[in-house]
């Protein structure tokens, strides 16, 4: 996938806010595949802030790598609040980073379900400063969009969580 310019213009104000804050960020990405961490270390300059990613697509991936317990992802499904949110704390414990952000959706074509629709984006967020949150989109489109779209939603989030560290 070729990255937009408008979206790598945006991944540069977010590394000069990051930098600005003496911010180091991790990200774990299920549905964008490591789509954040490309777009941002796609700048140079960007190992000032990007401490790592972790692209845990599958549920093993989640368990294995950043330690989401099993029963977790059994009780609210890996696209869910809870789950976004564990990966954020994992993501931030596992790395020397000070904000991780966490992305788990569907990005279709298929997979959705009336509950849990194709576009459907949890985001979670944590901070060495004690900020944990959640947010939660659906997106229209195609599985492009829904991917596309979710990096800039993940960009506007850190930026958010830069102004309340």
């Not at 790598?65 to 696209?79: E, F, S, T």
Request: hydrophobic letters at 50%.
């Amino acid at each position: 996938m070729i990255i937009p310019l408008p979206l790598l213009a945006f991944a540069q104000e977010v590394l000069a806010g990051c930098r600005s804050h003496l911010v180091k960020l991790a990200t774990a990405e299920s549905c964008t595949g490591g789509l954040v961490a490309a777009t941002l270390t796609a700048i140079a300059g960007s190992s000032e802030v990007v401490d790592r990613g972790f692209v845990t697509y599958s549920n093993a991936a989640k368990v294995e790598m950043l330690g989401i317990p099993p029963d977790l992802i059994d009780a609210h499904g890996a696209v869910s609040e809870a789950v976004a949110r564990a990966m954020a704390r994992s993501a931030l414990a596992r790395s020397r980073s000070d904000l991780a952000i966490a992305i788990t959706g569907i990005a279709g074509p298929s997979g959705g379900t009336p509950e849990k629709p194709v576009g459907l984006v949890w985001f979670g967020l944590a901070s060495r400063a004690g900020l944990v949150k959640a947010d939660k989109v659906i997106f229209p489109g195609d599985r492009q969009a829904v991917r596309i779209a979710t990096v800039r939603r993940s960009f506007e989030l850190i930026q958010d969580a830069l102004e309340l560290n």
